[in-house]
């Protein structure tokens, strides 16, 4: 932990050549004290002068977990610094009152930096910046009643002490603890602006970061076939708005997201009497067109039988994906007799494997599903494999006797 020291009274005391110095340790207040001991009196009595250390926080008494962690952070940079200060004083010299200028009460916020770089990134799209204000919130819910995160507070056992509040406290906005992957992200997310502080001289950071990070669970890599497809859209679901916009999920790749903000006006005919859907990708916000098949226009048709077509109406009106909206989603994939475990990402999964098994063209395929690298694409494409896979082993068997 780094503190830039420019006290005036420290300089004006190791100047009158004290004979001693002490640290005091706090009490009854949150400061510690160096003592310079000057001798006695004619009375026999010590002269000494008492300077404040009111640039080492102390918390007395420390009420959690890291206010006792700071307590023993804030006693070593006392004690480095008394060093410093007794060296000073037996060399004459003072390079440790030389100190570059001090970040200013503004700057010294480590939750204001991190708020200002995300209102300043006009790529973020809406689900990004709302990932990042989760992040915030978290933090601002760990520091308790800080006023401010500041960077000198921050160091490698704070890191470590954050990261397993994620993972053993945080709660999300439903009231639930957060899954350990999303504990992880959101504190990647937090190391990542730390590491951007740190590039610009905020704060030094260790080499390395000190957590490290389980390996994070792969997300389903099911797909359904045509005859599955087949079969779940002849499976009665009296729930219009989940079985359209999972169905156009599968023909058209859109992630759920993208699903809800579908308006009329995002569907174009091009010159040859084809349709394309015209939008800017929720995670690269990249602009994107779709060709859009025929089942995928007889589910647009059946949407606007119902709910009408005006240009700025929703197409998917009604529509909010939830963990609630996957429960359902599997147990419609249930009663079709499907055995398998999907949720409404499957569905970009089912429009990238027909895709790729009819063209076999990883950059077509990447630009349709609106990937910023080819390698997100290939990974896809590698988990949709080892389903593929599964499938040709339970090839038929049959008797080779008189072959």
């Known amino acids: ?10 300089l004006d005391n190791l100047k009158r050549n004290p004979k001693k110095i002490y640290l005091i ?5 949150r400061s510690f004290k160096f003592r310079f001991y000057y001798g006695t009196d004619l009375n026999q009595r010590p002269i000494y ?14 009420t959690n977990p890291f206010e006792r962690q700071q307590n023993k952070e ?6 480095i610094l008394l060093d410093q200060v007794r060296t000073a004083s037996r060399e004459k010299t003072y390079p440790i009152l030389k100190s570059a200028r001090p970040l200013s009460a503004k700057e010294n916020d480590f939750i204001k930096f991190y708020q200002d770089e995300i209102d300043s990134n006009t790529s973020y799209t809406t689900s990004t910046v709302k990932g990042h204000l989760s992040v915030i919130k978290h933090l601002k819910e760990f520091i308790g009643h800080f006023k401010t995160l500041q960077f000198d507070m921050i160091n490698s056992q704070f890191i470590v002490d954050f990261y397993n509040y994620m993972v053993r406290d945080s709660i999300n906005t439903k009231g639930k603890k957060n899954a350990s992957d999303t504990a992880g992200k959101y504190h990647r997310r937090f190391y990542n602006y730390l590491a951007k502080a740190s590039r610009i001289g905020m704060i030094d950071l260790p080499q390395e970061n000190p957590v490290k990070y389980p390996p994070e669970k792969s997300k389903s890599s099911e797909y359904l076939t045509k005859e599955e497809l087949q079969d779940l859209a002849n499976t009665p679901e009296e729930d219009f708005t989940l079985r359209s916009t ?6 058209t790749g859109l992630a759920h997201q ?10 174009h005919k091009r010159d040859n009497g084809d349709f394309e859907i015209h939008i800017v990708r929720q995670k690269t916000g990249e602009p994107n067109k779709i060709p859009l098949s025929a089942p995928a226009l007889d589910i647009l048709e059946k949407r606007k039988q119902l709910f009408g077509a005006l240009p ?22 249930d009663r079709a007799g499907i055995p398998k475990k999907i949720t409404y990402h499957c569905g970009r999964h089912t429009f990238s494997a027909h895709h790729y098994l009819a063209y076999r063209d990883i ?3 990447r630009n349709l599903l609106g990937h910023k690298d080819l390698s997100t694409t290939q990974r896809y494409i590698n988990r949709m494999l080892q389903n593929i896979d599964a499938d040709v082993s339970k090839m038929p068997v049959i008797n080779l006797d008189n072959l």
Request: proline content about 4%; hydrophobic content about 35%; aromatic content about 16%.
């Open 74 to 79: 804030t006693a070593k940079s006392a004690q």
């Open 49 to 62: 002068r008492d300077v404040s250390l009111s640039e080492l926080d102390y918390f007395n008494p420390p």
């Open 25 to 29: 340790q706090p009490k009854g207040n």
């Open 246 to 251: 999972f169905l156009f999920s599968c023909f």
């Open 312 to 333: 700025d109406n929703k197409v998917f009106k009604h529509f909010n994906y939830s963990s609630t909206q996957n429960d359902k989603l599997q147990y419609w994939v």
């Open 258 to 267: 993208e699903l809800k903000n579908l308006n009329y006006s995002n569907i």
């Open 1 to 10: 932990m780094n503190f830039q020291i420019n006290n005036k009274k420290i």
């Open 363 to 365: 950059g077509v395929l």
